[in-house]
């Protein structure tokens, strides 16, 4: 099955999209972390995006929805794949159902994640990962065990990502409610919509994923 992440910065999504891929085998497909891959690489797109991306705003959206027809056609999409952060736009939107249409892929359902905004800014802020494993932290609610080692590959070096400062993450979750929360009524009316509860711990949001995606 083939399906979407709806939620504000921070909501869990990327965390359950990453779950799912490791016990379901679905790919996780987030424009956030591919668009920091170009970013990283230097390439033309990753310039084009570098400043945008820091500043909280969204990229254009023919560059996104270019990069996701591309990858969705890559063979390991083919067992099932979650969008983490696209569609984020109406036309992105409009988009994806037009090129889904002429792959002849369908979108199973579409999640949309609710939660309260001012615990995802505490969440963002305070969240740092390996560096060389990619495994999340968070100075509050999840620590390394020793501190400074990651659990995972003992690693020492970690990381934040540029965007997760207070300013522009109030500004991500302005683009959020003025470009993104319109998305949420363009699935209801397809009857593809599904709200689970952002808020709930997070091996129970897992298992309803779980049943939503059988
Ligand atoms: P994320 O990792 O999903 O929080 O995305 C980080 C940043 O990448 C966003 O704040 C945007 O600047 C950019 N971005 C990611 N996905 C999209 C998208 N679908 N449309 C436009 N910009 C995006």
Redesign the pocket.
């Given at each position: 099955m083939n399906i979407a992440l709806l939620g504000p910065?921070g909501c869990g999504k990327?965390t359950q999209a990453k779950r799912l891929e490791d016990r379901l085998g679905y790919l996780q497909l987030?424009?956030?972390?591919m668009?920091?891959a170009e970013v990283e690489s230097g390439s033309e797109l990753g310039s084009a995006?570098k400043d945008?991306?820091e500043s909280?705003?969204?990229?254009p959206?023919d560059m996104?929805v270019d990069m996701i027809s591309k990858r969705i056609d890559e063979p390991d999409c083919q067992k099932g794949f979650i969008l983490?952060?696209?569609?984020?736009?109406v036309p992105?939107a409009e988009a994806l159902a037009n090129l889904l249409k002429e792959k002849d892929i369908p979108l199973g359902s579409v999640v949309e994640f609710s939660v309260d905004e001012d615990a995802m800014v505490k969440r963002i802020v305070g969240r740092f990962a390996c560096t060389f494993c990619g495994q999340g932290y968070h100075d509050d609610f999840q620590k390394p065990i020793v501190d400074g080692v990651c659990d995972k590959c003992n690693g020492t070096d970690f990381m934040r990502r540029a965007?997760d400062n207070e300013d522009t993450v109030r500004s991500?979750l302005k683009?959020y409610h003025r470009q993104t929360a319109p998305i949420i009524g363009f699935y209801e009316n397809l009857g593809l919509l599904v709200s689970i509860d952002g808020m709930a711990e997070i091996d129970e949001i897992t298992k309803r994923m779980e049943t939503i995606v059988r």
């Open positions: 910065p990327g987030s424009t956030g972390e668009l920091r995006a945008i991306i909280g705003k969204l990229v959206d996104i983490d952060g696209f569609p984020r736009t992105q965007d991500r683009e």
